[in-house]
């Protein structure tokens, strides 16, 4: 691969190049010899004035300056004239035999017109078919149809999302639910810190319990009602990780002592206290539906390669793979996170309009300049639609590097994340200084930087905008960087694939989210950084040599501070009290539910029917005694 020389005629001398050098200059008496200079009174017959020399900022520039920046500007210009990129391929025999071989059994244009309809509804028929078999469930005996179940799907609201004493989750026992998981939980973890009783659990699957005897059986597994149902079923041995499945489940309401279990590559979490709700799966109830999203994949990259391999035309190459691919990504590898599959198709529908106006716009100015001309078959099929297919399938691949959100809490809390911020910042720095000097071969350099400042110049705009975030989804990364890719050598080919399938699982998977948003939006579930109360030592009565239950009373002082009207406290991760100013109550008293075993308090203010923090949990021991919480939200 090298630039290509312009085309001139056999014998035709040499063209001369301009490269790091300045071009000659021509002498005065060329530049003037075909003007004539005449005297001002014979030009015109108005009064004479003398001409006032014009002012020139370059005299007050160093001349040392000066010449670093002629110098500096010839040499971004790039050589003259320039010198487009061509990949020379290698065994261009083998790579042009496809197209070749398609020439030759199908030389006329409504053979091959025929050829490509009959090939889409090949390609259309076989995935249609897998994906109706992977989407639809047969009813599981006994149970009916499984209710479809996303990754982060629980029977339990955080905080006090559930209501007082749990009313608004219940039933908590006697009640079974027939399911359906798909593919990859496993990876599902919580993003913020989640409290479980005095613990704080971030960046892993949210399952708590597991297996209660040595032998693991699944009579005796059973998880607390806040866990992630298809994680859990996954823990337990019940659905496979990679193909999901089916099964049902049974509410059996209070458990008390959740084990901490590794297992399938999950390690669950303890809780050495009682849960009014809790969950375990039926032996014998797993059903052999499947999440067939690898065998789908095999199908559409079966089609897309034989596409990519027997069509030169970049016209009808980039359409078919973009609508391929995006399909693929909505209906299959990374579907919008709903549980209704017709709402799933339209969703994917409604994205599927405005993000091909986004690639018309990629192909005229990236895809086709790069493509036009090209007949390395098979090094377009490894790079290009490897690397669509690399980004296309982000949810297994660059989802893998532990960045969660380019905000500084994220990167500060997330394990691994600056290191990685960083082995990232230093590759995308150096794949930008090599594509900036293809650029410049080609003599398209000044007109790229001056996008690319206009576009940091926006970003820097919207950055400076009060009580706003920026924030740089996939798609954007797609559309902002695949211009820089625009020319015809290998790098770019990988490059400018890797972004148009980041684009297209950004838009199939997420939808065209703002580059703004607000506070809230970033934050989800995320602490509030709210007020937190002040609460003094409890008075304990811990009743002993009586029949009565240990009690535990907590006062606090009223008027509440300003903005907040009530009190809100949890025993176990449950709400088990809420009161209000105006009803002048100062006191809280909770009996013990269960003997030998601690319960957990956290507190928190509200503003009517909204909570404040709540603060990290404060012990009421198996021994009596009462541990202090420590500062800080939980």
């Given at each position: 691969m090298e630039p290509r020389e312009g085309a001139g005629n056999e014998g035709a001398p040499p063209q001369v190049y301009r490269d790091d050098e300045?071009?000659?200059?021509?002498?005065?008496?060329?530049?003037?010899?075909?003007?004539?200079?005449?005297?001002?009174?014979?030009?015109?017959?108005?009064?004479?004035?003398?001409?006032?020399?014009?002012?020139?900022?370059?005299?007050?520039?160093?001349?040392?300056?000066?010449?670093?920046?002629?110098?500096?500007a010839t040499w971004v210009k790039g050589p003259q004239p320039p010198r487009p990129w061509k990949i020379r391929p290698f065994f261009p025999r083998v790579q042009a035999a496809p197209v070749h071989f398609l020439n030759n059994y199908f030389p006329k244009r409504k053979h091959k017109v025929v050829l490509l309809i009959f090939f889409y509804s090949c390609w259309l028929l076989s995935f249609g078919l897998v994906l109706h078999r992977s989407a639809f469930a047969a009813d599981i005996p006994g149970y009916g149809s499984p209710v479809r179940v996303r990754c982060n799907d629980r029977f339990w609201n955080d905080a006090n999302g559930c209501g007082l004493n749990g009313d608004l989750c219940r039933p908590f026992e006697n009640s079974t639910m027939s399911f359906r998981c798909p593919a990859?939980?496993?990876?599902?973890?919580?993003?913020?810190?989640?409290?479980?009783?005095?613990?704080?659990?971030?960046?892993?699957?949210?399952?708590?319990?597991?297996?209660?005897?040595?032998?693991?059986?699944?009579?005796?597994?059973?998880?607390?009602?806040?866990?992630?149902?298809?994680?859990?079923?996954?823990?337990?041995?019940?659905?496979?990780?990679?193909?999901?499945g089916c099964g049902v489940l049974s509410l059996v309401g209070e458990k008390v002592n959740f084990p901490s279990v590794n297992r399938k590559h999950i390690s669950s979490i303890g809780f050495d206290s009682y849960f009014p709700k809790s969950f375990t799966f039926i032996p014998g109830t797993a059903s052999k539906c499947r999440d067939l999203r690898w065998p789908l994949l095999a199908v559409s990259l079966t089609f897309t390669i034989l596409l990519s391999l027997f069509t030169a035309s970049p016209a009808v190459f980039f359409p078919s793979i973009f609508l391929g691919i995006f399909f693929h990504v909505a209906l299959a590898s990374d579907p919008p996170n709903l549980t209704d599959y017709y709402a799933i198709v339209s969703i994917a529908l409604g994205r599927f309009l405005p993000a091909s106006f986004c690639m018309f716009a990629v192909y005229k100015y990236c895809v086709k300049p790069q493509h036009q001309g090209l007949r390395?078959?098979?090094?377009?099929?490894?790079?290009?639609?490897?690397?669509?297919?690399?980004?296309?399938?982000?949810?297994?691949?660059?989802?893998?590097?532990?960045?969660?959100?380019?905000?500084?809490?994220?990167?500060k809390q997330q394990p691994g994340a600056i290191p990685a911020l960083i082995i990232v910042a230093l590759s995308l720095f150096s794949i930008a200084i090599g594509q900036a000097w293809a650029l410049r071969v080609e003599g398209r350099l000044p007109r790229y930087l001056a996008v690319y400042g206009i576009i940091v110049g926006s970003i820097l705009a919207l950055v400076a905008i009060p009580k706003m975030n920026v924030r740089i989804h996939h798609y954007i990364l797609g559309l902002c960087l695949a211009p820089g890719t625009a020319m015809q050598n290998r790098p770019s080919l990988l490059f400018q694939g890797i972004l148009i399938g980041l684009f297209i699982n950004g838009i199939a998977r997420w939808g065209f989210?703002?580059?703004?948003?607000?506070?809230?939006?970033?934050?989800?579930?995320?602490?509030?950084?709210?007020?937190?109360?002040?609460?003094?030592?409890?008075?304990?009565?811990?009743?002993?040599?009586?029949?009565?239950?240990?009690?535990?009373?907590?006062?606090?002082?009223?008027?509440?501070?300003?903005?907040?009207?009530?009190?809100?406290i949890l025993v176990n991760d449950v709400e088990r009290y809420h009161g209000y100013e105006d009803a002048g109550k100062?006191?809280?008293?909770?009996?013990?539910?269960?003997?030998?075993?601690?319960?957990?308090f956290r507190f928190a203010f509200m503003e009517g029917n909204g909570r404040g923090d709540y603060t990290k949990a404060g012990v009421w021991g198996r021994d009596g005694g009462w541990t202090e919480m420590e500062p800080g939200p939980s």
């Open positions: 300045a071009a000659s200059v021509h002498s005065h008496d060329s530049a003037i010899s075909d003007g004539i200079l005449i005297r001002g009174s014979e030009a015109s017959d108005e009064e004479y004035y003398s001409i006032q020399e014009p002012y020139h900022a370059h005299k007050y520039i160093p001349p040392r300056m000066q010449r670093a920046w002629k110098a500096t990859n939980c496993k990876r599902v973890e919580v993003v913020n810190p989640h409290a479980v009783g005095d613990q704080e659990v971030n960046y892993k699957p949210l399952v708590i319990g597991g297996p209660t005897d040595a032998e693991e059986t699944l009579e005796n597994t059973f998880y607390r009602g806040d866990s992630f149902i298809c994680a859990s079923a996954i823990h337990a041995g019940f659905v496979n990780d990679g193909s999901g390395a078959q098979i090094e377009k099929t490894v790079l290009w639609l490897g690397g669509v297919w690399i980004g296309a399938l982000n949810n297994y691949t660059f989802d893998k590097i532990p960045i969660q959100r380019l905000t500084p809490h994220d990167i989210d703002s580059i703004l948003q607000t506070p809230d939006e970033l934050r989800g579930d995320a602490q509030l950084g709210s007020l937190l109360p002040s609460i003094v030592a409890p008075i304990i009565y811990n009743n002993l040599g009586t029949s009565l239950m240990p009690n535990i009373t907590f006062e606090w002082e009223l008027p509440f501070p300003k903005h907040y009207d009530g009190l809100s100062k006191s809280f008293t909770w009996v013990k539910h269960m003997k030998d075993v601690p319960e957990y």
